[in-house]
């Protein structure tokens, strides 16, 4: 893993179970905070061109709104039909107490 970590959001700009779009030019990425822990992965859902923060959120799985397909936002696992290529993840960390950072590496 490089070290290529970024800031991408404060703590407090996502609450509890709730999934939140971070962009730029360069990266359009899903944020998550479960169990007071950040994941990350790929917004754009890897059966078409839906985004899953426009999806619904239930526990570590996100349902992408198009077609109900499934992934594990921990793993990034397809876990049913029509999804069938797993979401890329990002590792996440705290630093400086308030600043979520992601390595896209
Ligand atoms: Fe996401 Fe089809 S676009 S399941």
Not at 55 to 83: M, W
Request: contains cysteine; negative net charge.
């Amino acid at each position: 893993m490089s070290d290529k970590w970024i800031k991408i959001a404060n703590i407090s700009d996502v609450e509890e179970d709730e999934v939140i779009l971070i962009t730029s030019e360069n990266y359009s990425l899903a944020l998550y905070k479960i169990k007071g822990e950040f994941y990350a992965t790929d917004n754009i859902c890897t059966h078409g061109n839906a985004c899953l923060t426009e999806g619904y959120l239930d526990g570590n799985i996100i349902e992408c709104p198009r077609h109900q397909g499934r992934f594990n936002v921990k793993t990034g696992k397809a876990l049913c039909s029509p999804v069938t290529t797993d979401i890329r993840t990002y590792p996440c960390r705290l630093k400086n107490i308030s600043d979520v950072e992601v390595n896209l590496f």
